[in-house]
């Protein structure tokens, strides 16, 4: 499976973005997709995870209330819809496809996890 994410860029405080992931190749053993980000200086952490059987999510807390993941099955694509984007929002973002549950892969790292290149949000004025 091969994933790509686009959709960063430059926003200012209070605005919006949705980050999109273009899954292509094999998918039958994936379980669930992932958006993570990493700022700089921090390590990566699961922002959003969708199971890939029956849609179930899970949200890291501070994501809740701003952030939605989605899927669009007929496009292969997985979507990350931010709202209200903060300076402390500034990051990397990359998604994920992995054959595990949706929450493992957006509480804990493995190495049977498949990446994409990541997109840069960056939240300024």
């Known amino acids: 499976v091969q994933l790509q994410a686009f959709g960063g860029g430059l926003v200012q405080p209070g605005g919006s973005l949705r980050l999109s992931c273009v899954v292509s190749?094999?998918?039958?053993?994936?379980?669930?997709f992932g958006w993570f980000r990493q700022a700089i200086g921090e390590k990566r952490t699961g922002v959003a995870c969708?199971?890939?059987?029956?849609?179930?999510?899970y949200y890291e807390n501070s994501a809740k209330g701003r952030f939605t993941i989605s899927r669009d099955v007929a496009k292969n694509t997985i979507y990350l819809q931010i709202n209200n984007l903060r300076p402390t929002d500034t990051a990397a973002y990359y998604c994920?496809?992995?054959?595990?549950?949706?929450?493992?892969?957006?509480?804990?790292?493995?190495?049977?996890?498949?990446w994409g290149q990541g997109t840069l949000v960056t939240v300024s004025s």
């Open positions: 190749g094999r998918t039958p053993d994936v379980n669930a």
């Open positions: 969708i199971s890939n059987r029956d849609n179930r999510i």
């Open positions: 994920a496809a992995s054959p595990r549950n949706y929450e493992d892969l957006c509480v804990r790292h493995s190495q049977l996890d498949r």
